[in-house]
């Protein structure tokens, strides 16, 4: 039989391991996402607005294509409204909004696990 048309054992084998890894590098990144938001759903619950501004602008500098334009677009709104908040000053008005969003996207990353 000619094997000439297919994938040798070991070509097979570095693939798996490729695949393996990058397998892993997406979970990473998906992880580190997903302890941003329940970061940042903490913060808010306890209104620590300092770490709810270095959380959102984390979030606003992320990738859409990781958590979402929504997050990455209303995580900025938040940061804009928290950097110019006085202290003692009503509660972010966008926060909400990003609130809503971090949760649909834990929603739909743990429902894939």
Known sequence: ?????YPSLPDLGQ???RLATNSRRVEAVIDSQIDSIELLLSAATAEDWQSVA???RYLA???AD?????????AQHVFDEVSQRVED??????LP????ACRTVRKNWTSLS
Do not use: C, F, H, Y
Request: hydrophobic residues 40%; negative net charge.
């Open 1 to 5: 039989m000619d094997t000439s048309d």
């Open 15 to 17: 693939l798996n391991a």
């Open 54 to 56: 270095r959380i959102s």
């Open 61 to 63: 500098d992320t990738k």
């Open 66 to 74: 990781l958590v979402g334009l929504e997050v990455v677009r209303e």
């Open 89 to 94: 000053g009503p509660q972010p008005v966008r």
């Open 97 to 100: 909004n990003l609130l809503a």
